[in-house]
Each structure stands twice: as structure tokens, then as C-alpha cells.
T-cell receptor
Framework: GAVVSQHPSWVICKSGTSVKIECRSLDFQATTMFWYRQFPKQSLMLMATSNEGSKATYEQGVEKDKFLINHASLTLSTLTVTSAHPEDSSFYIC?????????????FGEGSRLTVL | AQKVTQAQTEISVVEKEDVTLDCVYETRDTTYYLFWYKQPPSGELVFLIRRNSFDEQNEISGRYSWNFQKSTSSFNFTITASQVVDSAVYFCALSEYKGAQKLVFGQGTRLTINP
């Protein structure tokens, strides 16, 4: 089974509503998780680093108030897209490392495709 | 700043041909990691390889091989005897050595293998 799981895989919402995407590490603890965004036929861009028990670190140009990240436990990080608009439609994918950066494996979730109508 | 360039946006070959996907990177770090991922139409990222900058040996895994040339900052990926199932978007990525979890991706190369 998947080592990192995202839910939902697909979500369609109306403009102005909020959507929550979950990223879970299934058989390991992850103090850090990463959220990426991928627009159609484009590359993956890092949005933010999710830190368990502390505030997320956002990349330049990413709106903190629009993309709320909560890392409440060692196995779960959530990304909430607030007041979603059609331009937020994208593929959101998370990653979580195991162990230290020197030896740990890096796993990606299956991704969540958001469509805002 | 780190940067990864995959100049080939799309490649189309006939099955059984060999194909090489180019990757050129930029970094000021002396130590770093390089990755290749495969993204099939379903969207998930399939890990192919991670190589640290200390190790310049080429690697072969079945039909896949990687050529790491530190002198030219390139990390090219070759598929030998391509198959239709190899059709996907392939991403090259770079990370800091100490922050190996945070990746900078190239633009991706869409590979189509025709029967």
C-alpha cells in the first residue's frame, strides 16, 4: 500500500468555498511534510513546508492566508484552500521524508486534483 | 538559487528505440542530491533514482541508466529498448544535501512511446 496517502484524490467545489486536503504518513512519523502544486502540463512547485507543532514555512509568492497548513500530528498534515477560485484549480501533492535528510527515503502522496467551478 | 532545466519538452519515439532524457542543473552547493521521477497519467510520482553529488558513477537498473557528469552539471536518463508502458512525464529534480526532502523540479519531459 501507499506509504503516504492523500485524501481526497479528486475534489470539485464551487468558487468561494474552502477545501481541505489531507496528507497522511501511514507507517512512519513525519515531523516535516511538503506541499507542492502542479498546474496542467507544468512542473511541480513547492508551496510550503509543513512543520509538526509549529507554523508552516511558505515559499515566496504563496499566500499564507489562502493556503492554510496545519500539521497537528506526526502523521497528518492538512492543506486548506480558502475561498477557492478557478485559478486555484490544480494538482496538489504532498511529500514526507523518513529519517534524516542524509539517509531517509522521500515519499510522495498520490496527489489531489482540485477543480474549482 | 537552484535550478533544473529539462530542455526537451516532448519526445516521441517508436517502441524498442533507445531514448535519452536530458537534465542540466544549477546549484551553488558543493553537495546535493539529484533525482528522477516518473509521472504517469494518473498523476502519482514514481521514484526512479536518487544520486548524491559525491557519487559520479553511472548507474544501470534494468532498461534504465543514468549518466551523471558533474563537470557539465548534467544528470541524463536513458531508457533502452523503450516500451509503451514507459510513456509518461519524467521529472529531474535537485535538492540540498542537508535539506534533501525539499525538491526543485525541472519542467518535465513528456515521453511518448508509440507501438
Amino acid at each position: 500500500g501507499a506509504v503516504v496517502s492523500q485524501h481526497p484524490s479528486w475534489v470539485i467545489c464551487k468558487s468561494g468555498t474552502s477545501v481541505k486536503i489531507e496528507c497522511r504518513s501511514l507507517d512512519f512519523q513525519a515531523t516535516t511534510m511538503f506541499w507542492y502544486r502542479q498546474f496542467p502540463k507544468q512542473s511541480l512547485m513547492l508551496m510550503a513546508t509543513s512543520n509538526e507543532g509549529s507554523k508552516a514555512t511558505y515559499e515566496q509568492g504563496v499566500e499564507k492566508d489562502k493556503f492554510l497548513i496545519n500539521h497537528a500530528s506526526l502523521t497528518l498534515s492538512t492543506l486548506t484552500v480558502t475561498s477557492a477560485h478557478p485559478e486555484d484549480s490544480s494538482f496538489y501533492i504532498c511529500s514526507a521524508p523518513t529519517g534524516t535528510s542524509y539517509t531517509g527515503e522521500l515519499f510522495f502522496g498520490e496527489g489531489s486534483r482540485l477543480t474549482v467551478l | 538559487a537552484q535550478k533544473v532545466t529539462q530542455a526537451q519538452t516532448e519526445i516521441s519515439v517508436v517502441e524498442k528505440e533507445d531514448v535519452t532524457l536530458d537534465c542540466v542543473y544549477e546549484t551553488r552547493d558543493t553537495t546535493y542530491y539529484l533525482f528522477w521521477y516518473k509521472q504517469p497519467p494518473s498523476g502519482e510520482l514514481v521514484f526512479l533514482i536518487r544520486r548524491n553529488s559525491f557519487d559520479e558513477q553511472n548507474e544501470i537498473s534494468g532498461r534504465y541508466s543514468w549518466n551523471f557528469q558533474k563537470s557539465t552539471s548534467s544528470f541524463n536518463f536513458t531508457i533502452t529498448a523503450s516500451q509503451v508502458v514507459d510513456s509518461a512525464v519524467y521529472f529531474c529534480a535537485l535538492s540540498e544535501y542537508k535539506g534533501a526532502q525539499k525538491l526543485v523540479f525541472g519542467q518535465g519531459t513528456r515521453l511518448t512511446i508509440n507501438p
